[in-house]
């Protein structure tokens, strides 16, 4: 099994700046990609970035591009989200995910394995 935690989360005017954290433990060695999604009150999950454990491919959503950065630090298991310019409709809890496999997709939240229990982004306008 592997444990996600995220901190990180909170209120943030808009064009504002947040990092988030997400500490991995347990059978990490197991995983391949990580990934952060958000979920809106009333919206579907929606993907916003993922990195390779080993080489450090990234991945974004068009919404977020230019604006939030993903990266990882393999000695500590953990990964980052950095969101600058944050804007209203950011608004969402943020979820880190793992992913145990390189076949598939990054993008599609069924195909990840483990989750974390979320944090909060309010962006206020």
């Known amino acids: 099994q592997v444990q996600l935690v995220e901190s990180g989360g909170g209120l943030v005017q808009a064009g504002g700046s947040l990092r988030l954290s997400c500490a991995a433990s347990?059978?990490?060695?197991?995983?391949?990609?990580m990934g952060w999604f958000r979920q809106a009150p009333g919206k579907e999950r929606e993907f916003v970035a993922a990195?390779?454990?080993?080489?450090?491919?990234?991945f974004y959503a068009e919404s977020v591009k230019g604006r939030f950065t993903i990266s990882r630090d393999n000695a500590k298991n953990t990964v980052y989200l950095q969101m600058n310019s944050l804007k209203p409709e950011d608004t969402a809890v943020y979820h880190c995910?793992?992913?145990?496999?390189?076949?598939?997709?990054?993008?599609?939240?069924?195909?990840?394995?483990?989750w974390g229990q979320g944090t909060q982004v309010t962006v206020s306008a």
């Open positions: 347990g059978r990490t060695f197991s995983t391949y990609v």
């Open positions: 995910a793992a992913k145990a496999s390189y076949s598939g997709t990054v993008y599609l939240s069924d195909e990840y394995h483990y």
């Open positions: 990195i390779m454990w080993s080489g450090g491919s990234t």
